[in-house]
């Protein structure tokens, strides 16, 4: 079975610095990997997958995240953060043809810090 | 526009009673999830459906019941069975083909059960 970690609840990072949210995963088998990202009380925007291919996506908003299987990593980062960046950050992994549901992390919420 | 929409945003029930959260998407995708989203634990999954009249459950279906009459509608029926029924539940789609495995979130139903 899949699983994902998530390896930090909370994140604070102060405004225009870098940020790294980790996300490591378990599975037998090839993957897909997401990253979503959450504002409050609203449902979940897809930032980024990987699904193939280069093991560097980018995505919107500048995020970007790097594929590494032999650590069976899929970290997410950003070189500069913005205020509107605030907000609950899930990764999450999908096995085959990824039609039978995904299997989430527990999630980050990354607070930016004027 | 496109997506998914999901009423009502927030539902109160009495404890006992059944309770039936809308979702309808006009992606025209044949794939439809609810996952449930508790502070803290991530999004997990509750049933699934690739395709009409047809569905599966997912982690955590005890306690709910879902139908698929239509492409567009997956109605979720949180039973009185369920015995922590408040959460914030959301539904999402997919297009059932290789190469396209990501899910589109609605907006979600926030469920306070008393």
């Known amino acids: 079975a899949q699983s994902v970690t998530q390896l930090d609840s909370q994140v604070p990072v102060f405004e225009e610095a870098p940020v790294e949210l980790r996300c490591n995963y378990s599975?037998?088998?090839?993957?897909?990997l997401f990253w979503y990202v959450q504002y409050p009380n609203q449902g979940l925007q897809l930032l980024l997958k990987?699904?193939?291919?280069?093991?560097l996506v980018k995505g919107i908003n500048g995020f970007e995240a790097e594929f590494n299987k032999s650590q069976t990593s899929f970290h997410l980062r950003k070189p500069s953060v913005h205020i509107s960046d605030t907000a609950e950050y899930f990764c999450?992994?999908?096995?085959?043809?990824?039609?039978?549901?995904?299997?989430f992390g527990k999630g980050t919420h990354l607070i930016i810090q004027p | 526009d496109g997506g998914i929409t999901q009423s009502p945003k927030y539902l109160f029930r009495k404890e006992g009673q059944n309770v039936t959260l809308s979702c309808e998407q006009n992606?025209?995708?044949?794939?439809m999830y609810w996952y449930r989203q508790d502070p803290g634990q991530g999004l997990r999954l509750i049933y699934y459906?690739?395709?009409?009249?047809?569905?599966q459950k997912g982690d955590i279906a005890e306690g709910y019941s879902v139908s698929r009459e239509k492409k567009e509608s997956f109605p979720l029926t949180v039973t009185s069975a369920q015995k922590n029924p408040t959460a914030f539940y959301l539904c999402?789609?997919?297009?059932?083909?290789?190469?396209?495995?990501?899910?589109?979130f609605g907006p979600g139903t926030r469920l306070t059960v008393t």
């Open positions: 459906s690739q395709i009409v009249n047809d569905f």
């Open positions: 990987y699904l193939s291919g280069s093991t």
């Open positions: 992606l025209n995708h044949d794939a």
């Open positions: 599975s037998s088998v090839s993957v897909y």
């Open positions: 999450a992994v999908s096995e085959g043809g990824g039609a039978d549901g995904l299997t």
């Open positions: 999402a789609s997919s297009i059932v083909s290789t190469g396209m495995p990501e899910q589109y």
